[in-house]
């Protein structure tokens, strides 16, 4: 084997285990690690078994066979940045729902908090 596969085989291992980390720590939620346990899976399998990538290239008719590898990541990070806007777009309606509830207990609260006229405080 290639030191560069044991390279990224490694990297791939510390990708996984930083994650079960994480997941262990209530740090990070299980669906989000899905992605990160893919990537690192998809980063052993090129690693371990060049010949894949090879055999996958001549199956795409790809000249040059890593190519295949830098269209895979860019696809991976492309949809993890999807995944992420639409995790952003969901946080930010919560967030504008929420502030919208506070305001209208913080309404019912100093409507509440107020004397009203006619019952005086000496009662």
């Known amino acids: 084997m290639r030191?560069?596969?044991?390279l990224v085989i490694v990297v791939a291992v510390l990708i996984a285990s930083t994650v079960i980390f994480y997941i262990r720590r209530w740090r990070l939620k299980e669906q989000y690690s899905l992605l990160w346990l893919v990537l690192s899976v998809g980063m052993v399998v090129p690693a371990a078994a060049p010949e894949l990538v090879e055999w996958f290239a001549r199956?795409?008719?790809?000249?040059?066979?890593?190519?295949?590898?830098?269209?895979?990541?860019?696809?991976?990070?492309?949809?993890?940045?999807?995944?992420?806007?639409?995790?952003?777009?969901?946080?930010?309606?919560?967030?504008?729902?929420?502030?919208?509830?506070?305001?209208?207990?913080?309404?019912?609260?100093?409507?509440?908090?107020?004397?009203?006229?006619?019952?005086?405080?000496?009662?």
């Open 59 to 123: 199956k795409l008719d790809v000249i040059y066979a890593p190519s295949i590898l830098f269209f895979l990541a860019l696809a991976f990070v492309a949809v993890m940045l999807f995944h992420y806007s639409l995790e952003i777009s969901r946080l930010s309606d919560e967030n504008r729902e929420l502030a919208q509830e506070v305001g209208l207990l913080r309404a019912r609260f100093d409507d509440g908090a107020r004397p009203r006229s006619g019952a005086g405080a000496d009662g």
């Open 3 to 6: 030191p560069i596969s044991v």
